[in-house]
């Protein structure tokens, strides 16, 4: 049982993760504060902030559409060979991408290698076949009354990894080293040995779960169900959701149920990636003008909406339907991200992450609604659909929120949070 867990991937690729994200974004804004020395004093801030903008939207870009190639496939393969393929392709993409970053580091390459690394790191699956493989595992082991619990444990394991992550990436590894070595040489170093451990771990130890036992797996009937087995009961019960193994009848789901998840859960996304875009920007230039331990300890503050979002889940599963949780977490994000957009000193932008608290608990949980109208045998295709579904409009939504933010950059910085609170609105009316 020990070995069917996935946990240690999750923790392992988010640590990971935390440490080249920091170790990028510094990278990229020390090699545009060189080739802007040229600009006039009182212009080099606003020049940086737009090349790097400018950088972030070619990255994303390329990040987010290269896997529109491979995503599917790779699941459909996953679905029918095995499991692990959707997670050890994408692994091995990443250690050849984050190894690009280190390479251009310790040889001075220019930074627009970083671009052929997010093609890579795409083409092999990236972090959307690779979260669609880990979802399926999860469901997997898991019976449908305790799904959503599962998902989000798992969600809990990657925020805090990414904590820990961004806790480190912070200051030690970054600037503690740079007298030494070429900054950020150690952090891409020890991204890309967690990167190996992930993949090692994932072909040599991981097995795949055998699929859980629900309470309708034990009944002949609807009827046996209900007389034999009175202890299934919560959020799946009340929602009367399909079951895959209520009968050997194929399942048959509601069209428009599966339309309203989706277009909520791309709302919602919209609205999350849209502010999280550009709030590394916001904190980098006045009136906070944060440095790198700064950032670092900002990063780690948002992770711990992970667990804020998990007891949400534990205590509300007992309690609430999947829908109302979904409502309570999209009610949480707008309202921070509304504080966000007037954060002009530090001690405000913790106030508005402290109010984000449940701002995790909409996706893992529409995942486990959706994995409960569709087959066991197709969920590595529902979820990856969903994932390219939410990494389209991820591309989309970085470009337009880098744009929006270069246009209001002088008037009113905040004006991408507030745009993300009326979309994170508007996500509800599916709901």
Not at 82 to 94: D, N
Not at 174 to 201: M, N
Not at 266 to 290: C, H, M, N, T
Not at 392 to 419: A, D, E, P, R
Request: positive net charge; proline residues 4%.
């Amino acid at each position: 049982a020990v070995r069917t867990w996935i946990e240690p991937v999750v923790a392992g690729s988010q640590v990971a993760s935390a440490f080249y994200d920091t170790a990028l974004l510094l990278v990229v804004k020390n090699y545009y504060n060189h080739t802007n020395t040229t600009a006039p004093s009182h212009a080099q801030e606003d020049a940086q902030q737009k090349s790097v903008s400018n950088f972030y939207i070619i990255y994303n870009l390329v990040l987010g559409l290269s896997p529109l190639v491979s995503a599917y496939s790779l699941s459909k393969l996953g679905d029918k060979i095995h499991r692990k393929i959707p997670i050890c392709f994408p692994l091995l993409g990443y250690l050849g991408s984050k190894t690009l970053l280190l390479l251009r580091i310790l040889l001075g390459w220019p930074i627009e290698v970083m671009y052929g690394a997010a093609a890579l790191n795409g083409l092999t699956g990236g972090f959307t076949t690779l979260w669609a493989g880990i979802m399926a595992l999860g469901s997997l082991r898991s019976s449908e009354s305790r799904r959503s619990l599962r998902l989000i444990i798992i969600e809990l394991v990657y925020g805090l990894a990414g904590f820990l992550g961004s806790m480190a990436s912070g200051g030690p590894l970054f600037i503690g080293f740079s007298d030494s070595y070429r900054e950020g040489t150690v952090l891409v170093g020890c991204s890309i040995t967690c990167y190996a451990f992930c993949l090692l771990y994932s072909i040599f130890v991981l097995t795949v779960p055998k699929p859980a036992a629900s309470c309708p797996d034990e009944a002949k009937s609807a009827k046996k169900v209900g007389s034999q087995l009175p202890a299934c009961t919560g959020a799946a019960a009340e929602s009367s959701q399909p079951s895959e193994s209520s009968s050997s009848t194929p399942v048959s789901p509601s069209k428009l149920i599966l339309i309203m998840l989706f277009v909520a859960a791309i709302l919602y996304d919209f609205a999350v990636v849209g502010a999280i875009q550009v709030l590394p920007l916001f904190l980098l230039r006045e009136p906070l003008s944060w440095n790198a331990v700064e950032i670092g300890y900002g990063n780690a503050a948002g992770y711990a909406i992970y667990i804020t979002s998990f007891l949400g889940v534990f205590v509300f599963s007992r309690y609430l339907r999947d829908i109302t949780m979904i409502v309570i977490g999209v009610a949480s994000f707008s309202a921070g991200i509304l504080i966000m957009a007037f954060v002009r000193w530090t001690f405000l932008f913790y106030i508005a992450r402290a109010v984000m608290l449940f701002a995790l608990i909409p996706l893992p949980t529409i995942r486990s609604m959706l994995s409960k109208h569709v087959e066991g045998s197709s969920y590595g295709k529902a979820f990856v659909l969903l994932q390219l579904s939410l990494v389209t409009t991820g591309v989309v939504t970085s470009t337009v929120y880098n744009k929006i933010y270069q246009n209001t950059l002088h008037w009113y910085s905040g004006f991408c949070f507030v745009l993300s609170f009326l979309v994170g609105c508007l996500s509800l009316l599916p709901l």
